[in-house]
């Protein structure tokens, strides 16, 4: 098991910026598959951006793809996601989540633990 905490969310305006990331307890962080998923209200979890356990292999939401950027550094047991390009819809609660499996599942079941979630506002 691995405990996962999310930072770096806020108010942007749209076409604006940011950067989460998510932070991993344990030593065995570098063995899993890492994915983001958001929740905006009254919707269920979506799917986002998923990497393998060495960052060699990377999956993305046809909504977000060529404007968020997944990554992860093992020696800070941190994965990230880059933002840009923001717009209203990307409004959410966003999660981080870890997979024992190979990469890329956009199932959210497929992902073991979780974190809590970050808050990410984009403003019109």
């Known amino acids: 098991q691995v405990q996962l905490v999310e930072s770096g969310g806020g108010l942007v305006q749209a076409g604006g910026s940011l950067r989460l990331s998510c932070a991993g307890s344990?030593?065995?962080?570098?063995?899993?598959?890492m994915g983001w998923f958001r929740q905006a209200p009254g919707k269920g979890r979506e799917f986002i951006a998923a990497?393998?356990?060495?960052?060699?292999?990377?999956y993305y939401a046809d909504s977000v793809k060529g404007r968020f950027t997944i990554s992860r550094d093992n020696a800070k047991n941190t994965a990230y996601l880059q933002m840009n390009n923001l717009k209203p819809e990307d409004t959410a609660i966003y999660y981080c989540?870890?997979?024992?499996?190979?990469?890329?599942?956009?199932?959210?079941?497929?992902?073991?633990?979780w974190g809590q979630g970050t808050q990410v506002t984009v403003s019109s």
């Open positions: 989540a870890a997979d024992r499996d190979d990469c890329c599942s956009y199932y959210y079941t497929a992902y073991e633990d």
């Open positions: 344990g030593r065995t962080f570098s063995s899993y598959t």
């Open positions: 990497i393998s356990w060495n960052g060699g292999t990377t």
